[in-house]
Structure formats: C-alpha cells, structure tokens
C-alpha cells in the first residue's frame, strides 16, 4: 500500500512540471495558429485592429512561403533517396543540393521580408518582444538566422 502510494505521488510530482509547460489546447473552432497570434497580441498590448493586421501579415507571409517550404521537403527527400542508393549519382546529388540552397535563400529572404514589415507596423518596443518571443519566426534556426542577418 505504501509502495502504491509512493509510486502515484512520485509520478504526480515528476509529470507536473511537465504537464505545466505543455501547449494549451485550441478551444472549439479556433485554430492552433490563432491561439498564437492572440497570445502574441497580448504580449505586445495590441488592440483588435493591431491583432488583425498582425494576423494578416502573418498569413500573407505564410501564403508565400508554403510552396517554398514544400519544395524544400521534397528535395529533401529526393537528396535522401539519392545518397542511399547503391551509386548515388553526383550530378543529380549537386543539382539536389544547389536546389536546396536556392530554397533556403528564399525562405531567409521572405523571413527578412516579413521582419521589415512587421518592424514597420509595430512600435520598437513591441517589435523587440515580437523578436524575443522566438515562436514568431517559426524554428528557432530560422530565428538565429534572422538575427544574425539584421546585425
């Protein structure tokens, strides 16, 4: 008995820090990606119109990078393919890789397109925090890029 009981509150204690730091849940017809965009509005004490237009040019940068973002994880897997192969083909694996550096350059370049408008829509302290929150440029690699490029 006192075994079982040990055994609950040790898994209570040593999960509540991780059910604490879990993602909440998008309540009924609200989508993940709006719940993030409402918490950044918070973050940044923007009004409705603000959270709007954060919303919208978050979306129009989204638009344009799907298809970029689609080509990218299907050379991938094509690169992939080709260096497991028995014999891989050199030409094919340097034109895979040459494609997948273009890709990356233009994912950076609408990332660094996105920041520019952003900056010029929000005050530079909300810009600031925008920039902290990490979340907002997706990956924390496009981040560092990101950061680096606006030194």
Known sequence: MKRTLLMGLLTLFTAAPLLAHAEPVA???????????????????????????LEQTFQKFRSQMAPIRQDLRSTRESLRAELSSAQPDESKVSALTTRLQG???????????????????????????????????????????HESSEQ
Do not use: C, N, W
């Open 103 to 145: 890709d990356r350059q233009q994912m950076l370049a609408v990332a660094q397109q996105r920041s520019a408008e952003l900056k010029s829509e929000l005050t530079p302290s909300q810009y600031a925090k925008l920039v902290l929150s990490a979340r907002h440029f997706g990956r924390r690699g496009m981040h560092k890029q």
């Open 27 to 53: 309540p009924a017809g609200e989508s993940r990606e709006e719940m993030r965009i409402d918490r950044l509005a918070g973050k940044l004490g923007l009004d409705a119109a603000g959270e709007a237009k």
